[in-house]
């Protein structure tokens, strides 16, 4: 398995995407070498041998750039930050060439490479061992360059790796329909395998109302408090959800909004809060984990996932998980495993005002999207996940044989 | 001409913000104190201990010998009360040393917020109340009621002129700024419109800054300074006029300018040779006030400042995240005054010190460079984030929990 991040040194849902996978792999009885590009101990994951490829120190907040479009930075920071990026992977190319050749009598059922930061490694273990490459597609570089094209280098590898790959797995059909009419693949070569969540992981966490004691005032006092747990920066559309937060408050006074995370977009969220003249509505914590995280989940009656485009969008699932009624951009894969929710197009920020106002203020209809999405979260699970991943293994390794 | 009187009248400024720790989203309503940090960018006291020992007490020591020195030498102080409080607290030595400088009656106190706030602009019963709670202040440390009025960060408009006439100072200070004083020099002494008895004395802001801002620019064309030349450039300003007004802040000395550019020494070197002509002295503010009936009228109908190249308050009040923050801060007033809680009210007077806008400004190209030297932040985003986490849980402290929603937002 070649991943980017596992928690706690993930920045977001690729690492824990790969983490509930790979332990519902092995529970069902595979043997996993997980490989990261940073050198970290992971005490709390037994189930599976993670190999560090470089001595490089995990760096928490932004990752390792598992999400970053580099074309939307400015040209020094493009070259300065995809260079380092580039001689990460390569050393991460390497290790994986390395290990493999050493050991050829070590035998792989399967090569299973998360997305475009781990795809040449995954093609050069494919051609050293012969085992069947699976390249799992979290997010196109589509997808995190928001409107604009994107990288065009990461581009190419994609493109490359999605050619050598043996079976493609798309979080979603949205990320497949890229697959297929951006990268022209086959679309019998792509699977639609959607994330999951774990919710055995999320019980027993007792919530503590100081966390956010300021909401929970607001919240006595009559307020609606939406929130949304991400990554600032453009592939979320925070913009349009800020500018929708300023149309809705214009028509009900009772709402606080409250954005938890931290990105490159923070400081023009920020101004925009202050130019909307909601600034004291907007609560910006910062990048949150652990207590906070779970904390921010709760304290909120609903949860908005604004992206311009993402690919599944875990915190969708444990948003629902947390009781919130769920408003989604119908740019969003985690839409096509979740019914009872709101949807909008990402830039339509009149419709995403009126939802929130016409939420907030019925409570059968807050409600009942809170239910009836509870009931929704709980079918997906991450075994069913391993078990098509194992199934897919099968059939590729039948296929390559043949 | 050359027989009367010249006067260099300097008034420096002595102050020190409290400066918001990194106040969060998780600190509201649980933590109700806002300065106390030990992160050393921020951490008050340390900053107060450093300043003093660069800049209060060799300054301080400095006018202490000049005074014995020169029978003509004077000055004029304006003190905030925020910084009293900070150097009772940490460098109570220093407040002995300031009380030394004005027990030789030839130092000046002068009045303003004790705050050094811009409440004047917001809330005229808001400001009033700190004006008087700073001459509190003053007449409780130094035994002196102040006769001259200055506003923060030389904030100064025709409609504060009046007031300060009403209020009965003698005379008000200002910037020296030609779209402001038209064909007039600043070395005289003048009138605003309407007023009965006030003066206004303006700031040689060329002057002034040579020191506070160029001295030890290497790039200066004039660079290295010398006294005898400053001292020449001085006269040849007031080409035979009787004030010169150099207002500057305190910290100049030490501070901005370090030690080691020589600073002290040349501002001793430039005190001797200025005295060493016998027409030549130094005036206190109030005795600039009454030296001369005023020449002419003055008029700024628009707000006047001493900073930037545009000499407004934009560096306080021009983007929307420092409009956001004082609207809502200000907006807190009534709740706050009447609930009659000493810390709350003395915590919400404390945001008001303009510094805390002051970190917020996002100028950055053209005057941005000295806002950076000054801000303990990262960034202009992360003094405003905090700052506005701080007036929420003043908001939450001010009022019974069912009611925070009536004021929110």
Known sequence: MLGWELPPHNSGGLGVACYHMSKALALQGSTIDFVVPYAASHPEIQFMNVHSATNLSPLHQYGFGAYDSYDTKTQSQTSMIGQDLRSIQASYTDYVKTSVASKPDDHYDAIHAHDWLTMEAGMIAKQITGAPL???????????????????????????????????????????????????????????????????????????????????????????????????????????????????????????????????????????SADLGIADKVFFTGFVRGKQWRDAFTVADI???????????LTALEAAYHDNALIITKQSGAGEVLNNVLRYDFWDTDRLADQLVSLANSKPLMDTLKENAAKEYRHISWHVVATKCLDLYTSVSRRVAA | MSTATQAVVLYLHVHQPLRIKPYSVFDIANDHTYFDSHESDMDNKAIMEKVAEKSYRPMNALLEKMLHTHPNFKLSLSITGTFLEQAERWAPDVVDSFKRLVDTGKVEIVAETYHHSLAFFFSKKEFEAQVRQHQQKIQDVFGVTPRVFRNTELAYNDELAQWADEAGYKAILAEGWEPVLGWRSPHYVYQPPNTKHIKLLMKNYKLSDDVAFRFSNKAWAEFPLHAQTYTDWISRALDGGPLMNLFMDYETFGEHQWSDTGIFEFYEDFIGKWLADENHTFYTVSEAADSAEPSDVVSSPDILTWADAERDLTAWTGNSMQQEALRHLYALENSIIHSGDDALIADWR????????????????????????????????????????????????????????????
């Open chain 2, 350 to 409: 404390t945001l008001q010190t303009s510094d805390h806008a002051y970190y917020m400004c996002t100028k950055w190209f053209s005057d941005g460079d000295v806002h950076a030297y000054f801000s303990p932040y990262d960034s202009p985003y992360d003094a405003f984030l905090y700052f506005m986490n701080a007036v929420r849980d003043l908001r939450y402290r001010s009022m019974p929990s069912s009611q925070i929603g009536e004021t929110h937002g």
């Open chain 1, 134 to 272: 699976v390249v799992h597609v979290h997010a196109t570089e589509f997808d995190r360059a928001g409107s604009s094209f994107g990288n065009p280098l990461v581009h190419e590898i994609e493109e490359q790796g999605l050619l050598m790959a043996d079976r493609i797995i798309a979080v979603s059909q949205i990320t497949k329909n890229i697959i297929v009419h951006r990268y022209g693949i086959p679309a019998e070569d792509v699977e639609v395998v959607h994330n999951a969540i774990d919710t055995e992981e999320l019980d027993g966490h007792v919530y503590d109302e100081a966390t956010f004691k300021y909401l929970e005032s607001l919240r006595d006092d009559g307020y609606t408090i939406v929130a949304t747990i991400t990554r600032f920066t453009v592939q979320k559309g925070l913009q349009h959800f800020m500018r929708a937060a300023a149309r809705a408050c214009e028509k009900y006074d009772r709402l606080v909004f409250l954005l938890a995370g931290d990105g490159e977009q923070r400081d023009e969220l920020l101004r925009l």
């Open chain 1, 303 to 313: 949860f908005v996932m604004s992206s311009v485009s993402e690919p599944f969008g």
